[in-house]
């Protein structure tokens, strides 16, 4: 009776641990090595939705080593797009690719810099947290990342915390991330992982696949104590089963944890060639989850098919000053696939430089498009070209749509030639003009520091149901992420929807202008909120969709 005792007491903690082991949160890590831009972005969200699509919760982020706070005052130039989540962080671009990718909603958790990471350790030392400790990279840096990396898996939503290291392995500003994931995975054998993704060249000349960086990159990681688990190699020709082999005796891992990622025609092949790869099963078994549901991807291949089979082509100008870097515009490219796939479309985006655009070239710059979107910026450059693409898709009845300040060129330019202030401007551009339509908000007339001190994140907009925008929409309170300090100027709203433009979105708490739209036009509609931010695969935004469609029916397709 006794040793019947011992054995059931034994199975039932072997059966606790095991229950236990499966309601923790599995932390994976993704590394990058040989040369940035590789992907890690892709390859976390496309992991993410395989994750998903076996039933799993899963969030990711997005650790990165600069030392700016956020990206906020990055230049685009230095940093691509800003993107801001619905709680109004500032944060790099791959939160966008996450979101829509997973379709659940990023926070300011799920986006932190070196600079957050000192400045948090700085605030605590000088409130005497460390007791007089002499604070030191490691363990205060360290800690406090390793905080941050948990903060998302202490909430218990999630069975997954997929973090994502920026940067290159070797880089010195990543060193401490390195670190931390060290310690983490010395402190959650059973509980975490490592995913290193990595470039495997092909040589023309010698018509090989070469597997030297990948072994160098992963050794690399390993002189910083770090073995990665799995191997993603990226490449531009498909990896024998030899390759493979090599790659996996010399790097220390299984056969089956070598991943090709081969190029792909479109980011959002790449979950389907992770899928085919079996990375998520790899992920599952390596963390002793359990693998007995199939992967659902039937919408996400839906979405493929009419992605790559569209019954119809169009083309948008995208008019802005950063159009030469892909992304600076990251969100609204992407926005513009998703409203094409309900549509059954491919949108060609015509990349025009707000610079170059003159009243002389205007019709020239935008012959063959469908469609104009003047894009949201910042700063005096370019703004007279942004002017005149607006004039000129009003003139023309081409269908129009402006983002942010986008929205502010649409009413400069209708005060100017159409209710006659010549010298009609935002302040932000011109601060003695005489007709401010476009003026600093009340709250931002005091504010010195520039990071993280606009109006930023999720804010409600009540439509009118007599406008385009509330068809597209179907509801008459929506709410929107926004990026900005300067706002339409209420004292001109009679005066503008006496001529035809009207104040169809408006803030129910402040009356902040949100949108606008003219009448007796196929489609001219302003935001002062970015629609892009909030746009899926699963999701696509209403104004996208309601744009595209509108360059169909003005194309006669």
Not at 167 to 181: H, K, M, N, Q, R
């Amino acid at each position: 009776m006794f040793q019947l005792s011992i054995k059931f007491r034994n199975f039932a903690d072997h059966l606790s641990k095991k229950i236990f082991s499966m309601e923790r949160t599995k932390y994976i890590f993704v590394t990058g090595g040989v040369t940035s831009s590789l992907g890690k972005g892709i390859i976390s969200s496309s992991l993410a939705k395989l994750l998903q699509s076996r039933g799993f919760t899963v969030t990711i982020q997005k650790l990165d080593p600069y030392i700016n706070i956020d990206p906020g005052t990055l230049n685009p130039y230095e940093h691509g797009e800003c993107y801001v989540t619905e709680d109004g962080a500032e944060t790099d671009l791959d939160l966008g690719h996450y979101e829509r990718f997973s379709n659940t909603l990023t926070s300011q958790a799920n986006n932190v810099t070196t600079g957050r990471i000192y400045q948090s350790v700085i605030n605590k030392e000088r409130k005497g947290e460390y007791l007089g400790s002499t604070v030191q990279v490691v363990p205060h840096i360290t800690d406090e990342i390793k905080r941050c990396v948990k903060l998302l898996g202490h909430t218990g939503k999630y069975d997954f915390v997929i973090t994502e290291i920026g940067g290159t392995v070797g880089d010195i500003e990543s060193l401490p991330f390195v670190e931390a994931i060290r310690q983490l995975r010395w402190e959650m054998p059973q509980d975490s992982l490592v995913i290193h993704l990595t470039l495997v060249p092909y040589l023309s000349a010698a018509q090989e696949l070469k597997t030297k960086p990948t072994q160098h990159s992963v050794k690399s990681l390993q002189e910083q104590g770090v073995q990665p688990d799995i191997i993603v190699c990226r490449c531009e020709k498909h990896l024998t089963t030899s390759i493979k082999s090599k790659i996996a005796l010399f790097c220390n891992v299984e056969k089956t944890s070598v991943i090709e990622c081969i190029d792909a025609d479109s980011i959002y092949d790449v979950p389907v060639l992770m899928m085919n790869e079996g990375l998520d099963k790899e992920v599952l078994r390596k963390t002793n989850m359990p693998i007995n549901t199939e992967v659902n991807l039937d919408n996400w291949m839906n979405f493929l098919q009419h992605l790559h089979n569209p019954a119809h082509e169009i083309t948008v100008g995208l008019v802005g000053k950063y159009v030469e870097l892909k992304d600076a515009y990251k969100s609204i490219r992407e926005a513009f696939i998703h409203g094409g796939v309900a549509n059954e479309t491919k949108v060609h985006i015509k990349s025009i430089h707000s610079e170059y655009v003159t009243k002389e070239n205007v019709s020239e710059m935008l012959a063959n498009v469908d469609g104009v979107l003047v894009a949201p910026g910042f700063g005096n450059r370019g703004i007279e070209g942004k002017i005149i693409a607006a004039e000129y898709a009003r003139t023309n009845n081409i269908p129009f749509m402006g983002i942010c300040l986008g929205m502010q060129c649409a009413v400069v330019e209708f005060a100017r030639n159409v209710l006659g202030y010549a010298d009609a401007h935002s302040r932000e551009m011109d601060s003695d003009t005489k007709h401010p339509v476009i003026d600093i908000m009340a709250e931002q007339k005091n504010i010195v520091n520039m990071g993280g001190t606009m109006r930023l994140g999720a804010y409600p907009c009540r439509l009118d149901e007599s406008s385009k925008l509330y068809q597209a929409y179907g509801s008459t309170l929506i709410s929107e992420r926004h990026r900005h300090r300067y706002e339409f100027n209420n004292e001109y709203i009679e005066e503008f929807e006496k001529h035809g433009m009207k104040m169809v979105g408006i803030n129910p708490d402040t009356n902040l202008v949100e949108a606008v739209e003219l009448e007796n036009h196929p489609w001219y509609i302003a935001a002062q909120y970015h629609p892009e931010y909030k746009s899926t695969v699963a999701n696509p935004h209403p104004m996208f969709v309601g744009f595209v469609a509108a360059m169909l029916k003005y194309s006669g397709k």
